[in-house]
């Protein structure tokens, strides 16, 4: 039976931090795939670099967010 481990992703810019959201890599009997979690980073952050370059409507008039 596979579980699965689900990692937090937190970035901290000088003395701000944050959570962008979560990585989850499947765990055997045997460990965990050592290619899964670089893979699955990977994606994160190319998802999370696609919301930086092409940010949303929602993304503006946030509260505390940045003029």
Do not use: Y
Not at 47 to 62: K, T
């Amino acid at each position: 039976m596979a579980l699965e481990m689900k990692l937090p992703v937190q970035i901290r810019a000088g003395e701000t931090e944050a959570c962008w959201g979560s990585v989850t890599v499947k765990v055997t009997e045997s460990g965990i795939d050592k290619a899964a979690f670089p893979r699955e980073m990977a994606l994160f952050l190319r998802a999370a670099a696609d919301h930086l370059e092409n940010p949303g409507e929602n993304d503006e008039g946030v509260e505390n967010g940045a003029p």
